[in-house]
């Protein structure tokens, strides 16, 4: 006998972004990295001119790929899977990237636009355990950076131990708290052992590799136009049966251009002059209305709520270096879900990144009102 689920509440407290229990469960139905390798050497033969990098290598070895389409002067930076159990933005990139790559009129087009360079799994470690982290000991780090010998460890690295959105067993930092926008930082002991409200220290190859893919693209073109990191989000304001059985009836994606409580105190409008602020809320309504226009199915896009401070995240440090800054929130994902769940996910994030390019394509995103961001309902919760 099936046991009828009983609806509960979601904690509000726990109305973040960590969709899964901990780590180890199956991860059928999602890129692992050596699917990722086998991806992006298709992606390559296409014929065309697509070209692919391994832009670092993980903690544990492993290689990080991107992926390079097109070749307009404006250059969108899409990253996905800093968070490795959410894992819906990987499928989402490798579908845009195979689109964009394809003989059609339009993407022909879009590559004569515009440059994506993307990056579909930033933390490949962090994918084999299924968890947020990289797999990075503090012992790794101190011999990486002997002058953090005897400091605390970082706040945002996580011994081995029961934590709810990982694998027990494996120790790790949450990469998106690993940024800085002072490319040239060195960790230094007295910083240690630092909050969320101060900025990463790039003691992870992951986060220092995503920095040197975006400081060449800064040197190449100037500016990063656009950059995106693709997160997923946990269920709230909903019920949940435990068994994920019903279908999510969260906003099917949360949206932000806001990252920084004081964007001034991070040096916005001074040492960072390209701050993009307007930019980033322009990006924001592109991607809004790619996932709501023409008869779409998908309604109730929110925006993420609007009290960051997360200094040490990847979307505030190209923020402030000037990039039109987008994080996307997809709902949540459940290995129990059936596959079209997967698939709505996963469709939700390609709308909203192609939203952003098209506007670029279609020279129409400089003509959008940045102040239609506050339009967007705030996500209740
Ligand atoms: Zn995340």
Known sequence: MVESPSPVRADPSQCNEFPEGQGSETVEGYYQPAEIERVVQKLEHTGQGVTTDVIGTSNQGRPIYSVRVGSGAKVVFLQAGIHANEPTGTIALVNVLNSLSDSSRRSQQ????????????LNPDGAIPYQRENHQTWDDTVSMFPQLAGAP??????????????????????LNRDFNPDFDYAPQAGHLPGSGSVRGMYLTPEARA????????????????????LHNQAPCNTFDDGDAHTPDLHTPMSISAQFLRDPGSHGAGTMYPNFGWDASRRANVAAWEGVQRGGSTFSGVTRYPQNLNLAGSANATYQLRGSASVLMEAGRQRHANPQWRHGFIAKVHELAMMGIIDSLVDNTFEDIDPNRYEEIPVRNG
């Open 110 to 121: 879009i590559r004569e636009a515009v440059t994506i360079v993307a990056v579909p799994q």
């Open 153 to 174: 460890s970082a706040f945002y690295h996580s011994l081995p131990g029961p934590r709810f959105w990982s694998d027990p067993r494996v120790p790790g930092f949450d």
């Open 210 to 229: 995503s920095r040197d893919l975006y400081t060449a693209l800064e040197q190449e073109f100037g500016l990063v136009d656009v950059f995106v990191d």
